[in-house]
C-alpha cells in the first residue's frame, strides 16, 4: 500500500517542465525521508513519537510544537500520519490558496488551545519552523500579512 501511495503522489507531480521535474524530486525525496527517516518501526505509518524524534533530529526540539503540527497534519484523527495525509500538508503549505495556508498555519499555532488570533511575528516563527528557510517563510509570511 505504501509502494502504491508514493507512486500516485510522483506520477501526480509528472508533466513536461522543469518545475515539475523539480516537484518530482521533491515528492521523492518527502517520501524516502518519510520512509527511511520518520517511520522508524516500517509499518507505513508515522505516530507521534516518531514525528517528534525526527522532528528533534532535524533540529526542532520543542516538542509541544512537533505535536501540534502532527495533529494538524492527522487530518482523519486516527493517531498516525499517513504519506497521503503528509503529502497533502505539504502541498497545501507549498501551492495552497492563502486561505488554506492560514488555516494550516492557524491549526498548528493555535493547537487545540482557545487562541483565536496570532500576530505577523508570531506566524513568521512557525514558518521559519516548518520550512527551515529565513527567505521562504518571509515570502509564506508576507502571502498571510
Known sequence: MFQQSAARHVAGTSSSGGSNAKKQRRVANLIRNFRDRMDKDHSGEVDAGEFCDHLKAI????????????AAIDVDNGGTLSIDEVFSFLTKLEDGSVREQVELVFNIFAGGSDKTSFNRSECKQLMVTLVGDEDGAEAMTRRIF
Open 59 to 70: 533540529g526542532l526540539a520543542d516538542r509541544n510544537l512537533g505535536l501540534r503540527l502532527f
